[in-house]
């Protein structure tokens, strides 16, 4: 007699897959990733190749040799994690580092729960957050925009817009250097334009939904906004929280991430709110000038009792009665 083997939901198979759709999320940070070679030169490119290889290669060991299971480093996974990594790191890090995040990144934040799909937090931005406590002088040392510079370690450096802001000066670039990407910072996150032409594409080929990279953009531009109406002296205007640091970059690429984000419209909102507030509040009133990776991590742990609170009803079930 045959059994009868019942897997779990979906039941209706889209055609989609974890390579197609991680292929669509690279090809949508190609814009983001040609920005940093031109502003950054030869040290985005250091950075990204080394943050790239370092994940494969982290994930091909740890699957063949501790998890003896299926390698999968093809499906694209290990690629994004290792391009949204070096996206959140400066272009003059040294090569050892990035190799220390890379294995923390793919070591402890993803493979040490089983790999993909049940990791709780946000891989790259564990390994981001793990460098920047750990080496937080290196982590904070930004090169000034030099186009297509040769240099890598002995770059020319200066201070990002948080950065400024938290020291309390009132020089800020102008708004159209940040939305261009004309400012120093992260190799991925200082090109506005470039992030959010890889939104439109990510929406027009369904690979995200709008709700959280829109949840989170509104909360900061109204929260920035209501602070900056009670007092412009003291808080910097919307605009520059919506194009400075890596709010762009975090709304876009990280706290979309399919595993770590709530799975129902309401509950993505709700997400997205979240981090709008705790990266506006650890802005303002934090210790550090940056507030995206550390409000979107926190938010990933409150992800499964979001998707616990808010989720369909099932199929035939009687709304409660009072």
Not at 12 to 40: C, E, Q, R
Not at 49 to 66: D, R, S
Not at 234 to 253: E, K, Q
Request: with cysteine; hydrophobic share 55%; proline share 7%.
């Amino acid at each position: 007699m045959e059994k009868l083997i019942i897997s779990p939901a979906p039941h209706i198979h889209s055609g989609d897959s974890v390579s197609k759709n991680m292929t669509g999320v690279i090809i949508a940070m190609i814009p983001a990733l040609l920005a940093s070679l031109y502003f950054f030169g030869l040290g985005a490119l250091i950075v990204t190749l080394t943050a790239v290889a370092a994940c494969m290669l982290f994930e091909l060991l740890i699957q063949k040799y501790i998890l003896k299971g299926p390698v999968t480093i093809l499906d694209g996974s290990a690629a994004v994690t290792g391009i949204l990594l070096a996206f959140n790191l400066p272009s003059n890090l040294p090569i050892w580092m990035i190799i220390v995040g890379a294995l923390v990144a793919i070591g402890v934040a993803k493979m040490s729960f089983g790999g993909l799909g049940n990791n709780p937090f946000n891989p790259a931005l564990v390994g981001r957050v793990f460098l920047l406590i750990s080496f937080p002088v290196d982590m904070t040392t930004w090169p000034v925009v030099a186009p297509l510079t040769m240099n890598y370690l002995d770059a020319e450096t200066g201070a990002t817009v948080l950065g400024i802001l938290k020291e309390g000066s009132a020089s800020l670039p102008a708004i159209k250097d940040m939305v261009i990407g004309n400012i120093p910072g992260s190799i991925g996150e200082v090109s506005a334009i470039a992030l959010l032409i890889g939104l439109a594409y990510m929406l027009f080929r369904k690979i995200i939904t709008w709700h959280i990279p829109v949840s989170i953009l509104l909360t900061v531009a109204l929260f920035a906004g209501i602070l900056y109406a009670v007092d412009p002296e003291t808080y910097a205007s919307p605009l520059v929280h919506l194009f400075s640091g890596g709010l762009m970059l975090g709304a876009i690429f990280m706290a979309t991430d399919y595993v770590t984000s709530p799975m129902t419209f309401r509950g993505m909102w709700i997400y997205g709110v979240g981090i709008g507030l705790l990266t506006v509040i650890i802005r303002t009133w934090g210790a550090y000038p940056e507030g995206v990776s550390f409000a979107i991590l926190i938010m990933n742990g409150f992800t499964p009792l979001i998707n616990f609170y808010v989720k369909p009803k099932r199929f035939g079930e009687k709304p409660n009665k009072a």
